[in-house]
């Protein structure tokens, strides 16, 4: 039987099926715009239960004039059209990195241009990947300023530290945002509470309640969003409508006039005479485009159209509709009490308090999943790009590609949710704390789009200084408003991001100094050819897996490993899982497959190439796809037209080769020995080639099936024979066990980051993907002390 990687493949398929579903027909597109109100629009469609309450405050004081109500609407309006349906629908959509989009997603655009990625095993055959596009629109000429800016930054390692160092910014604001996006929402939504009991009760009955459903929340994560995500979509649909009903209930019940404050004169009126106060209110008004970002870091599991449809025709009507509508309201009641001041709630009729009550906290759920489910991706993106602690990495869905649950993260956020809830107790602060998280997030794009504009695109640098100056001057304005209330809730999100940042920044230096470490200290072949009759090194029988970071050369934990025992087996493979700056990774470029030494010495190197969205498969479906490709590689070495058959095969030369599904080289399990003939379908006949016996009783078996034409030569017979010979014998996995040390004579600051900050993180993470699918009877870890 031959064996397929499915459930690899399904995952892996991300892009295919994007690009499938560009071909599809308007039926898809409107299908994937209805799944993407419930996943990506829950965070921004539920901003209407904070916004107003957050303005008014304390900054701005509700006059009977009314000017300072339709100043506000006016000012949330134009946010609204300007930030998450000008910048990001018409701009920041069309800068996917093949179909994925997000923070990481631009600076794997600009790493790739630009070259400036922060991995240090990049290849020249990476590049050669079909997913590693240079530019689908054209290099740019080399007097363009696009070149002039991107040789720059090839030349400045300061500027490329830098640009690592915004994004990691983004990145650290993201989870920020995973914190107090849920306990705002929650929050808010159960602050409805307050209107159906007396003041004394409700502010017992709000924390309480707002901690158990935020319990519930974060407990339900690893069951996974399609266990539930069915629901997603109706919830916020239905309280999309229940917004836009009661908004133009509202309208028209208590103020149809209230459409004039669209113009932009009230917003310039309302900042011209309240000055500071006005401007202090941009911190609240900053909340209506909370969830903005998701547009663009979810673009990995839809279009860039269904997003457009959904928010064009369904979220932004209704969202100008709950705003003018609660205005309206405000307009026409200058006598609530400042000690509630303005809710959502108030602007609810009363007989439905109740059922929007139970609709907005559905909503806030759900607006709360689609935040943790993007903090739990990002994450998965920074760990693959050696920006973040090893972290167990559950995927939910073997159909649903991007749908993870990391258990250490979900529990982090939990605990650190709660602590912001128990002790802020009021939206005030909360929003304070959330408007700075998502405000930064969005600067950094806006920095990070200017740099794609005209390194990715090739387009006028005028273009990009317009795109920064317009967006860029409102997000700092709404940016200074946030960091004005420092003291009010601001500094909690600034102290958060400085120490996941510091722990990123010394988990990426500490990743860099060890692959330099290995990089200075690795051994050559001819030294390890010598080995052989100077030490007495014995080849036993079966298959030794080398795991290492390495691309080129022998590492030096295999020479202290073979030094002191000296053993290796009669088949090596020195094997190196990498990710590469894309977000995929087809399985047909999967592996890449060389020799190391002569012919006769059965040494290989194998390295895996994975993008920072691919998943990393540890069970025995990567060993049979490893001995597969190897197998293929022999195959097809001779008969390849790069080499003749007098030319021996360079060390550094490697070969593309694919999973066992994208070949002519099948296998087959067996678990009976003696087996002569296997019959296959197909239109050519098939040859097993077999192995001797070497443990006489049942077990499984892999075996090559290859075709009979063209000839295969009698040495690749025998060599093929021996790798399988070896791996019906065994397979031992060598684990490096490295611990680093700053050299003495180091500066204080990498004593500290190498010392304490980078050991304590890799004492306390997860062992790499490959490492923890691997048997323990199997493994054999090697301990060294790298001194860095």
């Known amino acids: ?115 400036v990625s922060s991995l240090p095993n990049c290849q020249v055959a990476d590049e050669e990947l079909s997913e590693y596009r240079k530019d689908s629109r054209g290099a740019a000429p080399e007097s363009s300023f696009a070149a002039r800016l991107r040789s720059t930054f090839e030349k400045h390692k300061v500027l490329q ?43 017992y009955v709000e924390v309480p309640a707002a901690c158990i459903i935020l319990i519930g929340l974060f407990a339900l994560q690893h069951y996974g969003t399609h266990r539930v995500g069915f629901l997603f979509a109706p919830v916020i649909i239905t309280w999309l409508f229940c917004l836009s009903t009661i908004g133009i209930y509202n309208i028209f019940y208590w103020n149809p006039h209230v459409y004039k404050a669209l113009s932009p004169y009230y917003a310039f009126q309302l900042l011209r005479k309240t000055q500071k106060g006005g401007w202090m209110a941009l911190g609240g008004i ?47 009641h200058h006598n609530i009490e400042q000690d509630y001041h303005f809710g959502f709630y108030e602007s609810v009729p009363e007989k439905l308090r109740w059922p929007v009550l139970v609709i907005a906290i559905l909503a806030a759920v759900v607006g709360s999943q689609a935040i943790i489910t993007g903090t739990f991706s990002i994450i998965k993106q920074c760990s693959a790009l050696s920006c ?119 988990w990426h230096y500490g990743t ?44 030096v934990i295999f ?11 009669q088949v090596l493979v020195f094997l190196c899982i990498k990710h590469v700056p894309v977000p995929h990774v087809t399985p047909e470029e999967r592996f890449l497959v060389g020799r190391v030494g002569p012919k006769e010495f059965r040494l290989y190197r194998c390295i895996v190439r994975y993008g920072y969205r691919d998943v990393h498969r540890d069970d ?55 087996v002569e003939n296997v019959d296959l379908p197909g239109p050519s006949e098939l040859k097993e080639i077999k192995s001797p016996n070497v443990i006489q009783q049942q077990k499984k078996r892999v075996r090559f099936l290859v075709p009979e034409s063209p000839k295969i030569d009698t040495s690749v017979m025998e060599e093929l024979e021996e790798v399988m010979e070896a791996w019906e014998a065994g397979v031992a996995y060598i684990i490096g066990q490295t611990h680093m040390r700053a050299k003495s004579g180091s500066s204080m600051l990498k004593k500290i980051g190498i010392n304490l900050v980078y050991e304590f993180l890799r004492r306390n993470s997860r062992a790499p993907s490959f490492v923890t699918g691997v048997p323990h009877a199997s493994s054999l870890e090697v301990g060294m002390m790298y001194q860095v």
């Open 1 to 115: 039987m031959r064996l397929t990687n499915t459930h690899a493949m399904d995952l892996e398929g991300g892009t295919t099926r994007r690009n499938s579903v560009k071909r599809e027909s308007w039926r898809t597109v409107v299908t994937l715009a209805y799944q993407s109100l419930g996943v990506v629009y829950g965070d921004l469609s539920i901003s209407p239960l904070y916004v107003f309450r957050s303005t008014f405050a304390e900054d701005i004081k509700h006059t009977e004039s009314n000017e300072e109500v339709f100043g506000v609407l006016s000012l949330v309006f134009w946010t609204i059209t300007l930030v998450p349906l000008l910048k990001y629908v018409f701009v920041v959509l069309k800068a996917d990195d093949n179909g994925e989009g997000g923070t990481f997603a631009l600076y794997s655009l600009l790493c790739r241009h630009a070259r």
């Open 161 to 203: 530290r830098v640009l690592l160092v915004l994004a990691l910014i983004g990145t650290c604001m993201v989870i920020g945002d995973g914190i107090f996006t849920p306990a705002i929402s929650v929050f808010s939504a159960v602050s409805g509470l307050e209107l159906s009991m007396s003041k004394e009760k409700h502010a």
């Open 286 to 332: 900053l909340l209506c485009i909370t969830g903005s970002e998701a547009m663009f870091a979810d673009l990995g599991h839809f279009t860039q159209l269904s997003i457009k449809i959904a928010f064009t025709s369904v979220v932004y009507p209704s969202l100008i509709f709950a705003y003018m509508g609660q205005a309206a309201y405000l307009s026409k």
């Open 388 to 506: 973040f602690p090893r972290v167990k990495v559950i995927h939910t869905s073997s159909k649903i590609h991007g749908q993870i649950y990391i258990p250490e993260i979900n529990w982090l956020l939990m605990i650190l949710c709660l602590v912001v809830t128990i002790c802020f107790r009021d939206t005030k602060h909360l929003g304070n704390a959330s408007g700075l998280a998502v405000i930064t997030v969005m600067l950094v794009t806006t920095c990070l789009m200017s740099l794609v504009i005209v390194l990715c695109w090739h387009q006028n640098v005028l273009l990009a200084l317009g795109f920064v100056f317009i967006f860029g001057y409102i997000e700092v304005l709404f940016f200074s408003a946030s960091l004005i209330k420092f003291l009010q809730g601001a500094w909690v999100p600034i102290a958060l991001a400085l120490v996941f940042l510091t722990c990123m920044c010394a």
């Open 512 to 555: 860099l100094k060890k692959y330099e470490y290995d990089v200075q200290n690795k051994v050559s072949t001819n030294w390890l050819l010598s080995l052989c009759p100077g030490l007495g090194i014995v080849r036993v029988r079966g298959v030794g897996l080398i795991h290492t970071e390495l691309v080129s050369g022998i590492p």
């Open 559 to 569: 020479s202290h490993f073979v030094t002191n025992l000296p053993a290796f087996h």
């Open 620 to 674: 025995v479906e990567f060993e049979n796809d490893l001995l597969c490709c190897i197998a293929e590689f022999i195959r097809t070495e001779r008969t390849g037209s790069n080499s003749s058959n007098d030319e021996p095969v360079k060390d550094d030369r490697m070969a593309v080769v694919g999973t066992c599904s994208t070949h002519s080289l099948l296998m087959t399990e067996n678990k009976v020995d003696n």
